[in-house]
T-cell receptor, first 112, second 112 residues
Framework: KAGVTQTPRYLIKTRGQQVTLSCSPISGHRSVSWYQQTPGQGLQFLFEYFSETQRNKGNFPGRFSGRQFSNSRSEMNVSTLELGDSALYLC???????????FGSGTRLTVV | GENVEQHPSTLSVQEGDSAVIKCTYSDSASNYFPWYKQELGKRPQLIIDIRSNVGEKKDQRIAVTLNKTAKHFSLHITETQPEDSAVYFCAASRTGNNDMRFGAGTRLTVKP
């Protein structure tokens, strides 16, 4: 079966712009989580969605937001981009909220 | 929230030797502890996980041990091979609450 699909794979944006990233989970998976990965900070938890509701949120400013659709696909949005937002954004899905994440390949965002 | 610490940050071993990576967690309610392997330029992949109702789990050359009293868990890789070279991440969460937090990662290098 298809894995977790993230689009786009690469993105270059200018400071102040906004960006939307997409994540399609494995078919049947209802939980989708987002992480920011940077060389210095590792994997930082952004938020988790389950049944179209945000269930958990990490320590990121309000510029980072997300949503989940009825088909479990999820999007995350970053507004007013800053240079420090440059990172690999990873999405992970699981069937329930019992663990067993599968990660996508990520979207590499570069802010210039 | 949960805080996971991981040691060492880098580890170099000779092929055939064993490697041990240790993690501690802060939330005594955490009961699910996965380990992920991330090769350069690739997505993190789940290699083994353990739940709090068991103290040890093995899968071929890989084993994980859990000490709930001390709130620490470890990854053991025996008979290391060059293809084991990667960054390894530990994580912790409560089942039913997919708020999974990751350690900072350990870069393992296996020298042939």
């Amino acid at each position: 079966k298809a894995g977790v699909t993230q689009t786009p794979r690469y993105l270059i944006k200018t400071r102040g712009q906004q960006v939307t990233l997409s994540c399609s989970p494995i078919s049947g998976h209802r939980s989708v989580s987002w992480y920011q990965q940077t060389p210095g900070q590792g994997l930082q938890f952004l938020f988790e969605y389950f049944s179209e509701t945000q269930r958990n949120k990490g320590n990121f400013p309000g510029r980072f937001s997300g949503r989940q659709f009825s088909n479990s696909r999820s999007e995350m949005n970053v507004s007013t981009l800053e240079l420090g937002d440059s990172a690999l954004y990873l999405c992970a899905s699981s069937f329930s909220r019992e663990g067993g994440y599968t990660f996508g390949s990520g979207t590499r965002l570069t802010v210039v | 929230g949960e805080n996971v610490e991981q040691h060492p940050s880098t580890l170099s071993v000779q092929e055939g030797d064993s490697a041990v990576i240790k993690c501690t967690y802060s939330d005594s309610a955490s009961n699910y502890f996965p380990w992920y392997k991330q090769e350069l330029g690739k997505r993190p992949q789940l290699i083994i996980d353990i739940r709090s109702n068991v103290g040890e789990k093995k899968d071929q050359r890989i084993a994980v041990t859990l000490n709930k009293t001390a709130k620490h868990f470890s990854l053991h890789i025996t008979e290391t091979q060059p293809e084991d070279s990667a960054v390894y991440f530990c994580a912790a969460s409560r089942t039913g609450n997919n708020d999974m937090r990751f350690g900072a990662g350990t870069r393992l290098t296996v020298k042939p």
